[in-house]
């Protein structure tokens, strides 16, 4: 393909990403505006780009006319938590949409299954309907849900990775592998001070009642 | 209602003008990345001023727990053409739409039926389907198709009649419309030099080709 | 230049035209926070395509390494007004900035002297100091004033040119300018009916005074 | 003051947080533009609400009349970086504009001096030269340097903090504390890591060429 056909065949794409982002930033706005605790607390959003779409189909073997249907992460939505408990939250309140705005094709819970780099996030691939100038097409995006530990973590991890992808030794690998543990261990660790608090408020509130 | 309130009221409609918004744009960018001529010039959107819905329920006596069924255009989308012939593909663009991602109410054609005052633009009620923290609702939602002349006008009009409202005399409202057929000119000789360049190319093609 | 230098060439103009892009329309966000009329109905802003860059430097003989100096609407920023009477006041308030957060170079008046095509608008070169990652620059760009009437007519005009350059016949390019005499018109009839408003208005209270 | 005297008090901090906001996400931009590695991974900014602003100026004893001279955040830029050099490189790029088009007050390094609660970021105040509709004013703004880490941490202590408090016992701050210690030590593993690639590509590098 042509840059130009290349530019043409990511316009629906960048459309799903724009909408999907509009669309999950808006259920933030709700929980604010009603003074209430927002389980997202920021989304953001990406095309992939050109050299790594092709990069990642001759590594999967997907021929180029193939990749609108099996390429699942070229609309990418990430979504921010704070705690590892609003991932679900999340979860369920796109479940809800199943079906309605975007129908859900299958998901992978690498929060209780980390990978083994360490990686930690909910994946959810779904179809979305898009209206284009030639009629209604579904367009596969990724959703990714992950608590800004968990983002940081990978965030590093992907810079590092890209920068010095053929020399990392494995010893190094290691040492990643235990700084996402660090991370791991920090979620928790915040999760477990959450739960104390509300302990405390809860036995506040007895003794304040006697 | 508290000011507290409505702003909870509104949310939805802010919610569907920004999806409105970034699907009518994303219409003229996909004309643009094939480098094909756009019926959509730009796109604004808005929702109606707390003040302005409270004065319009008043002057039409609807209750104040009917207007999110009776007010139909608390969410307002514009959409500005060209040239007049534009109006009506983008009109043919919502009704491809219809049940698919909005549903057409109902609609107001006063291009060819302008207004006593003078007024012209394409007007679409549309129900449009939200996905908010608290299930599916339908939004009401007004769409307004013109070209940039009748806006002009429209604008200006709206600017005047605003500030003046109490004292304009019957002799400036006359004024007034005759401005609005000056607009209507100006519309009707640009579509007829676009006509008149058309087929001046065409004689140009048939003598080149003899 | 190869396509990858050209964008690293434009940087800097986007960034010119971002920022500009915010502080015009925050001109009318402080007047509207104030209850005030607005001399700026709206703004947009581009950079030059690099098609159309090459074009002008070709057709205007501008070596390559001198089109940051000598090409001045690389950057462009279009304000646009309701009345003819605005657009002075805007010209005042980018004066009053004169050696602030900008220098203006020049300025052409087509208002008052409009083109021989029939174009009307206000245009001011400006040189804007720009913090870049290596230092500061000094971006040459070109702010455009005018009504929405004159906006119109060179919308129109110009995506006429675009289509049909070729082939315009010299009758059609005398149709073009009764049509932009028929905008000017209308920009004249829609000022008159603002004083003569506001001259009414006067009356009105001299009668109520008695 | 009434809440309109309120947002109109508001508007420049706006406009600065806005145009700050422009400004920094270009770096990202231009680094980026020249496939570069960019210190700078998101910009977010912020006028502080309202209440907050009473709240803060009541516990600081500061007169309403003195809080745009002595409030120093009530404009905020927050600026996020992968690693804890990033944000020592951000400080150098903000010092280079220092006279330029924003003026340095001081700066806190609470990055080496980490608060008793654990915080860690670089805070510079600044103040920033704002062209408005009355001639120019200055505005105080803060600037929040941090990685993500410190982010992850200080975003977490401050939404326990907002929510709980009233209540919050010694052992459960010393527990946050703890957790502060973590997200330290995940930066300074990250940081060693890449250290540590670094050295080994160096090492490869050698032996490739023996």
């Known amino acids: 393909m042509l840059v130009k056909d290349w530019k043409e065949f990511l316009i629906p794409y960048e459309q799903a990403v724009e909408e999907l982002k509009v669309k999950f930033k808006s259920i933030r706005k709700q929980y604010r505006s009603k003074s209430e605790y927002s389980p997202i607390e920021f989304v ?13 189909a001759k590594k999967l073997d997907i021929p180029l006319n193939r990749i609108s249907e099996e390429m699942e992460d070229i609309a990418g939505i990430r979504i921010m938590c704070q705690f590892v408990e609003d991932i679900y939250k999340v979860v369920q309140i796109i479940h809800q949409r199943d079906g309605k705005d975007l129908r859900i094709v299958y998901e992978k819970d690498y929060v209780k299954n980390k990978k083994e780099s360490g990686y930690r996030s909910y994946h959810i691939i779904i179809k979305y309907p898009l209206q284009t100038t030639e009629g209604e097409v579904e367009i596969l995006a990724e959703i990714q849900i992950r608590t800004l530990a968990m983002n940081f973590w990978a965030t590093a991890e992907h810079s590092l990775n890209y920068k010095y992808k053929q020399s ?13 543990e660090l991370a ?8 477990a001070i959450k739960e104390e608090i509300i302990e405390a408020q809860k036995m506040f509130e007895i003794k304040s009642s006697i």
Chains 1, 2, 3, 4 share one sequence.
């Open 44 to 56: 953001t959003g990406r095309v992939k780009e050109i050299s790594s779409i092709l990069e990642k």
């Open 168 to 180: 990392i030794p494995e010893n190094i690998k290691e040492r990643l592998k235990k700084s996402a």
């Open 184 to 191: 791991f261990l920090l979620d928790q660790e915040m999760s």
